[in-house]
């Protein structure tokens, strides 16, 4: 009987605790700062469906916590936005399978961020009247100026190019961003830690301008309120008035799935595409075998999320180190036995921040276990064993010895450094500088050294290093220091866009800086402007001119050496240009050319193409050089047209 009580006791605590966390984690990741992955938060809810299986949890669709402190509008949706079952295995979709249900549509599982759009008839087109988040499933949040920033969902819709003509009609799809947008913006904005939270902070801000700034992308993957037979002709309509569908195949449900699935999940790990998924979703194609087959409070019973597992693997945290940003947030990062997971050996991962260890309960010493998140980023999952003792953060940045500070945000722990002149910010600028510029194979190290032997001290600097410094600091024989050396010369004529980029200052990402750049056409003009008239630039809020205004000010040093050294070209501003020849193509190059790359790539865009970041289906043309790389079997494996240089060249004939 003693017993019977104490165990119950343990499972109630049990339960609470497992409650408690759930719904931290559910929070977190509904605010677009999700600290742990979502394999982790599925074995949080496996844990209380075996010990709780009707916990009033199961029935909840994101997080009540977010909408409750969500200072936006709330917009109610009908029918609600329900979630997806999903499943890891082929047994488990076995389970799933409806007996009467036979073709169906397959659709990847975008990792981003659901929105509603609602558009309402006025006169003879569809005006977007609202967009809103999935809240709890019933309410959401009224975001749709926000909305309106994101590219690919139209703001109107010509009323012509329905056969119907209802009052109204819904759309509802996935906000993502990009990687190759990633990729960009990492570098530009510290706080964006990862390409799949980014989204829902970006959608869930209080400035339209931010949401614009970031570039995310829409997937659309319902439409509601029109007379449509399956799911197919839903993404055939979606397409034909302006939006971009999720990628769909129409297969048969019965027929081997797993090879579907096993296609998708190479397709992710060789990041065949420009976005990150999480699984597919396999749903009946018939609306009204779908419709009949009815939800739960949760999720529809017609489809399925089938999640893809990361591999994962254990290893030793050795060490962990704590590393300073150019905005000096100094970072923890785990150092690990190196480990082979996904087709990469693993030595690190980072932790993000101090709450992130906390969570996770590390010690150095422990065994740990690691996957790579989304099939590509490390990540430490969590503590299989315990040996050694909590990390606790540096009293005392690791590289100037200023006293760190803690600072909590939205229950987030981050360090900093608040020294200005701490080494490793300066260090960590200059590298930004090295490749906002585009200075080419100056490794960071180099820069590192030459920073401590105090020969570079500020960006100036770099353009008086010689052959002899390079030579001798780095024995490296005097043919690769002198194309070094040409490398930092190429870069002495660069544009006002990218000078305004490398200079690290806050909020002055790229985008901003080549609206700076149209707007002002030359350095003297931006230096002599005032808060109003940055202000009256469409998408510059008066908090970012006065950053903008501050950070020119503070570097005035800086860039009165740095023109002693470089000049500032006109180059091809007006990235909005889209005439010519090349008229909305996308190009990625491999290979050397007959032109260095960057010459290559301007001559491209100035002609009205565009350059893309990696190979993916979506991209139009790769131009193959000598010596080309992996690149080329990607994209004949995808079928991507492979050109030569001249073949470049015969487009304008
Ligand atoms: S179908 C009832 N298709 O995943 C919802 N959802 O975890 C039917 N998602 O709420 C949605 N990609 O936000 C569908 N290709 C896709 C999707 C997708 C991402 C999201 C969606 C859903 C969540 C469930």
Redesign the pocket.
């Given at each position: 009987m003693e017993d019977q009580k104490k165990n119950n006791l343990n499972s109630d605590k049990k339960i609470n605790e497992l409650e408690k966390s759930i719904v931290l984690h559910r929070k977190l990741y509904y605010s677009g700062n999700p600290q742990i992955t979502d394999e982790a938060y599925d074995s949080l809810e496996e844990q209380l469906r075996a010990i709780a299986p009707n916990h009033p949890l199961f029935e909840q669709v994101g997080s009540e916590e977010v909408l409750k402190e969500s200072s936006f509008s709330k917009v109610p949706h009908e029918p609600k936005?329900?979630?997806?079952n999903?499943v890891y295995t082929l047994e488990e979709y076995l389970n799933w399978l409806p007996k009467e249900a036979k073709e169906g549509v397959v659709?990847?599982?975008?990792d981003?961020f659901?929105v509603k759009l609602a558009y309402q008839k006025q006169g003879s087109v569809y005006v977007l009247e609202t967009g809103a988040t999935?809240g709890n499933g019933s309410v959401g949040e009224d975001v749709t100026e926000n909305i309106k920033q994101v590219h690919d969902i139209p703001h109107e819709i010509e009323a012509s190019a329905l056969s119907e003509a209802p009052e109204s009609f819904q759309v509802?799809g996935?906000c993502y961003m990009k990687k190759s947008r990633f990729a960009v913006l990492s570098k530009e904005e510290d706080s964006v830690e990862s390409c799949r939270n980014v989204a829902p902070g970006s959608i869930r801000n209080k400035d339209p301008r931010v949401t614009k700034q970031r570039g995310l992308n829409f997937?659309a993957?319902?439409i509601l309120g029109l007379n449509t037979e399956t799911m197919t002709d839903n993404f055939h309509l979606l397409a034909s008035i302006g939006f971009v569908p999720?990628e769909h195949q129409t297969i048969h449900l019965q027929d081997k799935p797993e090879e579907i699935f096993k296609q998708w999940d190479t397709r992710r790990t060789e990041e065949v595409d420009d976005y990150y998924i999480d699984g597919i979703?396999f749903?009946v194609n018939d609306l009204s075998l779908f419709n009949a087959l009815g939800t739960t409070a949760h999720?529809?019973r017609g489809?399925i999320?089938w999640k893809f597992k990361s591999e994962e693997t254990e290893t030793t945290l050795r060490e962990v180190q704590w590393s300073v940003s150019r905005t000096g947030l100094i970072n923890p990062v785990g150092i690990y036995d190196k480990v082979f997971i996904e087709g990469a050996n693993l030595t690190n991962a980072t932790l993000h921040n101090i709450s992130q260890v906390k969570e996770l309960g590390l010690g150095i010493g422990d065994r740990i276990v690691v996957a790579r998140q989304g099939g590509v980023i490390p990540k430490i999952i969590r503590v299989k064993e315990s040996k050694g003792s909590p990390i606790v953060p540096p009293s005392t940045c690791p590289a100037c010895s200023w006293e760190t500070t803690v600072k909590n945000e939205a229950g987030i722990e981050t360090l900093h450094c608040m020294n200005s002149n701490c080494p490793a910010v300066t260090k960590a600028k200059l590298l930004h500088f090295i490749r906002m510029m585009e200075i080419e194979d100056i490794a960071d190290s180099m820069i590192s050294k030459l920073f401590d032997a105090g020969l570079i001290l500020e960006p100036a600097d770099i353009y008086k290093v010689t052959v002899d410094d390079i030579e001798s600091f780095f024995k490296s024989g005097k043919k690769i220091a002198e194309k070094l050396i040409n490398n930092i010369n190429a870069a002495r004529k660069r544009s006002l866009h990218q000078l305004l980029n490398a200079l690290g200052i806050p909020t002055l990402g790229q985008k901003l800086s080549e609206d700076l750049a149209n707007h002002f056409k030359n350095l003297d003009a931006l230096l002599n402007t005032a808060e109003e008239e940055l202000v009256a630039i469409e998408g510059i809020a008066q908090e970012t001119a006065q950053k903008i205004i501050v950070g020119l000010q503070d570097r005035k040093t800086i860039i009165d050496n740095l023109l002693n050294e470089i000049e500032i070209v006109s180059l091809i501003q007006d990235t909005n240009r889209k005439d010519g020849p090349l008229q909305e193509k996308t190009f990625l190059i491999t290979g050397t050319l007959s032109k260095p790359r960057k010459e290559i790539e301007a001559f491209i865009k100035e002609h009205g193409g565009s350059i893309k970041s990696s190979v993916s289906k979506n991209l139009d043309y790769l131009i193959c050089g000598s010596d080309p790389g992996s690149k080329v079997q990607k994209a004949e494996k995808l079928g991507v047209p492979v050109i030569t240089e001249e073949e470049l060249v015969e487009m304008f004939d």
């Open positions: 936005m329900l979630s997806l999903k659709t990847p599982k975008v981003g659901a999935r509802r996935e997937f993957y319902n999720v979703v749903m999720h529809p489809a999320a």
